[in-house]
């Protein structure tokens, strides 16, 4: 059996996607309570109705139940994000915000209760909107401060109760979505690169420092980076195509390079010096990046092509970093290319590269559900679709396992229904979980259990033999 024992089946949420309750008990607005449309779409100066994160899927309020019914699936882990602006409301205050710090230990208490293991997310996309607003984001290298004051407040209160963190998620992102993953207010094409590397440094040496004293404040932690993988195939066999899949892959993993090896690699150098880009650094910053970590998470969704003239191959959508369709492969209904063997490709590569424990923090389907009638009388949905995908990425996880590639475990992504990051929707489903709410904000939020949900419990009951026989 090549799951090893212990492994960490999940699944994995963000609070801004899920916990609504965006003003209540002194949180602070962050930079997804004035995005209504997700990423595309333009941003507001209020909070506006039409915004489904403002209530997500009611888990402010409704965590015992659904991390009751995680428990029922048998989960191990459950990966979900602290929100900074329900801990420190603006993000450069001094003191915390007590009622945000007693709302996480009441939920990683369930979590406990059950033995599932809070897998945690330091930042998630949810930047606090005044840190955006009053200093650019992470442009501004006074945000390493407040960040470090917020890890050192979560780590002082949770040590003993959280043993898992991340620092960023999908930090590698910020090149293309400086707002949502940088907090950078300033529009995207007015910013240079020299700008969004400036801010992908000061990211880099806050993601150290908080491992650094994750190190020193919890010697039993284990803290990961967090990047968003995403494969790069060449479109031909062509050397110019090989090589513009390289420089790309480059441009994607060069922040795993960072958090593993603890310095700049000569490719990003040379980049940086063919592109008048002069990174400001402080003197202590080269020590900081020297502490790297434990393991590496990542999410994964899909793969792409490179071609080295953009005009030959039909761009494709999906997440975040885009890039090139690959002709042989399907998409889902969000246009998202399915590749399981991809997963297996890219755990293999980052594992023969930077020799760390894997753990898959996001992978999953999205798609519009349908609600039916069950058997027992109880709503369902038959998720086949699902059921295929996950199973399919699950055989080459084992096939990588089987490899010799460390995987410490697998958290899908949504596993209860949530807004989307992208198009700011509720149709765009994941879970296991069905949460009855709809985009035009109607629905009980009722929760019921999909078919892939007994499947699941299964795949987990049986430490992934199950995938085998169905
Ligand atoms: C990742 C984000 C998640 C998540 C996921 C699915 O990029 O880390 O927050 O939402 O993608 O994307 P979407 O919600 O757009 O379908």
Redesign the pocket.
């Known amino acids: 059996m090549a799951f090893p024992e212990g492994f960490l089946w999940g699944g994995a949420v963000?609070a801004n996607?899920c916990e609504g309750a965006y003003d209540e008990d002194g949180k602070g607005l962050d930079i997804q309570d004035v995005t209504p449309h997700?990423i595309m779409g333009p941003r507001t100066e209020e909070p506006t109705e039409d915004n489904l994160k403002l209530a997500g899927i009611d888990f402010y309020h409704r965590y015992r139940e659904d991390i009751r019914l995680f428990a029922e699936m048998g989960f191990k882990v459950f990966r979900l994000s602290i929100a900074w602006s329900r801990i420190f409301p603006k993000g450069d205050e001094e003191v915390p915000n007590e009622k945000g710090l007693a709302f996480y230990d009441a939920v990683f208490d369930e979590c406990l209760k059950y033995g599932i293991e809070p897998l945690v997310t330091i930042s998630?996309?949810e930047t606090p909107l005044h840190l955006s607003k009053t200093y650019n984001g992470w442009i501004d290298r006074r945000m390493i401060g407040f960040y470090e004051n917020y890890v050192r407040v979560i780590f002082d209160r949770y040590k003993g109760k959280v043993k898992y963190w991340l620092t960023f998620?999908?930090i590698n992102?910020v090149l293309q979505e400086p707002f949502l993953s940088g907090g950078i207010y300033t529009e995207k094409e007015k910013l240079s690169e020299q700008d969004l590397y400036q801010a992908v440094h000061h990211e880099l040496v806050a993601s150290a420092l908080a491992t650094k004293i994750a190190h020193e404040m919890m010697p039993e932690a284990k803290v990961g980076c967090m990047v968003?993988s995403m494969p790069v195939y060449p479109l031909t066999p062509a050397p110019d195509d090989v090589i513009e899949a390289m420089e790309t892959r480059h441009k994607n993993d060069f922040f795993v390079h960072m958090h593993t090896r603890g310095y700049y690699p000569g490719y990003m150098k040379r980049y940086f010096r063919e592109n008048g880009i002069e990174i400001q650094k402080a003197a202590e910053d080269e020590e900081i990046l020297k502490h790297t970590v434990d393991f590496i998470s990542f999410?994964y969704?899909m793969s792409v092509c490179a071609a080295a003239d953009q005009g030959k191959g039909e761009s494709g959508r999906g997440?975040?970093l885009g890039g090139v369709k690959n002709p042989y492969l399907k998409e889902s209904d969000?246009g998202w290319q399915i590749d399981p063997q991809g997963l297996r490709y890219v755990l293999n590569d980052f594992y023969d590269r930077y020799e760390k424990p894997l753990f898959i923090v996001?992978n999953g389907l999205?798609a519009a559900d349908e609600l039916v009638p069950g058997k027992d009388g109880e709503p369902t949905v038959n998720d086949d679709y699902r059921i295929d995908y996950l199973r399919d990425h699950l055989l080459q996880v084992e096939e990588a396992i089987e490899d010799g590639v460390e995987v410490m475990g697998y958290t899908t992504?949504?596993c209860i229904d949530l807004v989307?990051?992208?198009?700011a929707e509720l149709k765009?489903r994941y879970g296991f979980i069905y949460v009855d709410r709809n985009d035009d904000g109607t629905g009980t939020l009722n929760r019921y259990r999909k078919k892939s949900f007994y499947w699941y419990k299964k795949v987990i009951a049986s430490n992934g033999a199950a995938l085998e026989r169905q």
């Open positions: 963000a996607q997700g998630h996309y998620n999908e992102s968003l999410s969704y997440n975040l969000w996001e999205g992504w949504g989307s990051a992208s198009t765009k």
